[in-house]
């Protein structure tokens, strides 16, 4: 796997390249994916977020410049406050250099972090200080024909212990949630 180049300021994050986005944005394009939220997956990653007890849960969708939420729950108020007094609400664009999931994306395997700051590669992310994420569980959306079309994932502001459970529910999820997008692109049942 080779990577970026570091990031200023002597962060220790390492954003992985992404060789696949360019395949991965006409693949989307094809499924009508990744360009608008989905209430289907707006729904998913709702019901993702009270059956793990996470604040924040999303569907995203990588592309060669930034990540998109087309899933996205958010607590109804932020649950960090800033040292001055505003909360940070996750809004459903990001750029690719921000967060956990374009590891997973890279990795092609399931990403679980109980606490980010015992990790100095992912402690330097700017979601930790932006958003106050702490711990982080995602899985990839995986095609039948191998593509990774983006995660499934969850975030705490709290370190959590998710366990062999938490990622065994995240990996059946992200799978169950691929075989559905595919079929929707084939004319198959609504998400």
């Not at 977020?49 to 998109?68: D, I, K, S, W």
């Not at 729950?73 to 800033?82: F, I």
Request: overall charge positive.
């Amino acid at each position: 796997m080779s990577y970026d180049p570091p990031r200023p300021a002597g962060r220790l994050l390492l954003t992985p390249e992404d060789k696949e986005a360019p395949a991965r944005v006409r693949r989307l394009r094809g499924l009508g994916l990744g360009s608008h939220p989905e209430p289907a997956l707006d729904a998913f990653a709702h019901g993702l977020a009270e059956f793990t007890g996470a604040p924040y849960a999303m569907v995203n969708f990588l592309g060669e410049e930034g990540q998109f939420f087309a899933g996205l729950h958010t607590p109804a108020v932020a649950p960090v406050v800033r040292g001055d007094g505003t909360g940070a609400l996750l809004g459903r664009v990001l750029p690719r250099d921000h967060g956990f999931c374009p590891h997973v994306v890279a990795r092609r395997k399931a990403l679980v972090l109980q606490d980010v700051s015992d990790y100095p590669r992912f402690a330097g992310n700017p979601v930790v200080d932006g958003f106050g994420v702490r711990s982080y569980m995602g899985a990839p959306l995986i095609d039948s024909t191998g593509m990774v079309l983006g995660t499934v994932s969850v975030t705490d502001v709290r370190p959590r212990a998710w366990g062999q459970p938490g990622l065994a529910a995240i990996k059946a999820q992200a799978a169950d949630l691929a075989v559905r997008l595919e079929h929707r692109g084939t004319g198959g049942p609504p998400l």
